[in-house]
């Protein structure tokens, strides 16, 4: 059999959607299974070991394909490769009109999406599967696997490359980061997802002392190369968190390189981005500020006691957080206090590594 996992994109959206490749392999131990991901995102999966090929999806060079011939032609090719590899099943699990397109082009005997499937991509399929607003993602898309009879497995287990492995072991030499050491992503796209730049500073200065009793004595500061300034304000002077050592690796790591990073972590403090689900794709204790985000279906898979969260008993739609105004109120919601509690508690708990 000859399976094929369509998810181009989000980072985060590809860590939940990790539940189906597994599921897949394990009932289907000797199928080749692929899996279409924008190219952006590649890293996250090309070294799975439950995965056949991670087939790139260039979606930024064919985005103007509607008012470029030369653009339009490549695309062209890109699909008919894509029906050329003649596979048995499609899943797809994003849900949108691009994606539709893929499924039905593969011309795979069993297309399978979910019945409210956006942009009418669900018309791309011919087994349309339910889902409840109430349950997780990840359980909504566990489901996907079970309309063709798979038996749904809940493990979010990522992999890094080895390069990129290498590549941090030389860059922890180089900087001078000694493990344990604590990961923040504190910037965000999505203005509606931040929180207040110094409420990063109090929160640092009050934890430092349990930090560093724990032999936390290095902070890696990560994020995308549009966030550096975001980081750079969040990011308090060495000297105000005394023991404690910043390291700002934002715009300076690729996907790999960031994923390397947050696996050796003793904990990762994120918000509602990328690194919370690679920290649960990796089991690396994690801290999680979430405001206009429903956590409940939305954050990081089984985390929801982890997750210090400003639209709690709100009622949140899947895309409250595109409104800047309602995010920024919510997420002002989270105080140093409570952030601090919870990373208290944790480390408490966590096994550092």
């Not at 890109?78 to 849900?95: E, N, P, S």
């Not at 489901?143 to 749904?152: D, F, K, N, Q």
């Amino acid at each position: 059999m000859r399976i094929l996992i369509v998810r181009p994109s989000a980072l985060g959206d590809v860590c939940r959607t990790v539940p189906l490749l597994w599921s897949l392999r394990a009932a289907y131990p000797n199928a080749t299974i692929d899996w279409v991901v924008e190219d952006t995102w590649m890293d996250g999966l090309k070294s799975h070991p439950a995965l056949n090929e991670a087939i790139p999806f260039p979606k930024r060079k064919l985005r103007s394909f509607w008012r470029n011939p030369l653009v339009a032609l490549q695309a062209v090719r890109w699909f008919l490769a894509l029906r050329r590899r003649r596979y048995d099943l499609v899943i797809d699990a994003q849900g949108l009109a691009r994606s539709g397109l893929m499924s039905i082009v593969t011309g795979a005997r069993v297309r399978v999406a979910h019945r409210g499937a956006r942009e009418f991509s669900w018309l791309a399929a011919n087994r349309r599967v339910g889902s409840s607003p109430t349950e997780h993602v990840v359980d909504a898309m566990l489901r996907l696997v079970e309309a063709v009879g798979v038996t749904p497995l809940p493990k979010m287990d990522l992999a890094r490359a080895p390069a990129e492995e290498a590549w941090w072991q030389n860059e922890q030499r180089i900087r001078g980061i000694a493990r344990p050491y604590l990961v923040v992503a504190s910037a965000n796209q999505w203005d509606g997802k931040r929180w207040i730049a110094s409420r990063w500073h109090e929160l640092l200065a009050s934890i430092a002392p349990d930090l560093a009793a724990r032999g936390i004595r290095n902070i890696v500061w990560i994020g995308g190369h549009s966030e550096r300034a975001q980081v750079a304000e969040n990011k308090p002077s060495s000297e105000s968190i005394e023991p404690l050592r910043s390291h700002d690796l934002s715009g300076a790591t690729t996907v790999g390189g960031m994923m390397a990073v947050v696996m050796d972590a003793a904990l990762v403090v994120a918000l509602d981005s990328a690194p919370s689900h690679l920290a649960v794709g990796f089991d690396v204790p994690l801290v999680a500020l979430y405001g206009a985000t429903a956590v409940a279906t939305d954050g990081p898979y089984k985390q929801d006691g982890w997750c210090a969260h400003g639209g709690r008993d709100e009622t949140l739609s899947r895309h409250d957080y595109r409104n800047s105004n309602r995010g920024r109120q919510l997420m002002a919601r989270i105080t140093v206090s409570e952030v601090a509690t919870l990373i208290r508690k944790r480390l408490r708990t966590a096994a550092l590594r």
